[in-house]
Each structure stands twice: as structure tokens, then as C-alpha cells.
């Protein structure tokens, strides 16, 4: 019994160092840092303000006033959603796909 869950833990150990990618540990306790890939800093800065004005027009519930202020205010919604995917932990649900079968 004891040798199979010895085996299980060495597996889980290697699963686990081979999916966890997403979050790298800090040097705060309890911190983690994610990151995503974006070409070069107008990428990054679009995708800022992209964020900013999505959270305004929530505030607001104003999406067609909002436009009519500014034309470089419309947001790009595909960047938005883009960022988002790269977030998704894929790694890490194959790797609970992983587990659920050792369990």
C-alpha cells in the first residue's frame, strides 16, 4: 500500500512541476505573478485603456455616448477577449484532468 502511494505522489510531484505554469511565485508569501505576452508596448497600453473604458461603459451604462465623445474611445473587444484566452490556465486543467484519473 504504501509503495503505490509513494508511486502516486512521484507522479503527482512531476505532473505538477510540468502543468503549474501559469502563477510563478514571488518572494511575498502567498504571491503569485502571472504574465502574457503582448508584441510591444502599444499592444500592452491599448489593451490597458481597452480595459479601462470596458470598465467605465459597465459603470456608466452609457456605450453610445461614450463613443460619440471620443472616436479612439471604442474599445477592442477581440484584444480584450485575446488577453483573456492567453490567461486561461490551460496547463493547469490538463493537469486536473490528470489528477482526476490518479484519484
Known amino acids: ?33 502571472a504574465q502574457f505576452k503582448v508584441v510591444n508596448y502599444l499592444e500592452l497600453g491599448c489593451l490597458i485603456t481597452d480595459l479601462l473604458k470596458l470598465c467605465i461603459l459597465a459603470l456608466d451604462n452609457d456605450m453610445h455616448n461614450f463613443s460619440k465623445k471620443d472616436k479612439s474611445a471604442t474599445i477592442n473587444v477581440s484584444l480584450i477577449l485575446e488577453t483573456i484566452l492567453h490567461l486561461f490556465p490551460m496547463d493547469e486543467m490538463e493537469f486536473l484532468g490528470y489528477v482526476g484519473e490518479i484519484m
Open 1 to 33: 500500500m504504501e509503495t503505490n502511494e509513494t508511486q502516486t505522489l512521484e507522479k503527482l510531484k512531476k505532473l505538477s512541476a510540468q502543468y503549474f505554469t501559469s502563477l510563478q511565485p514571488t518572494n511575498e508569501a502567498n504571491s503569485y505573478t
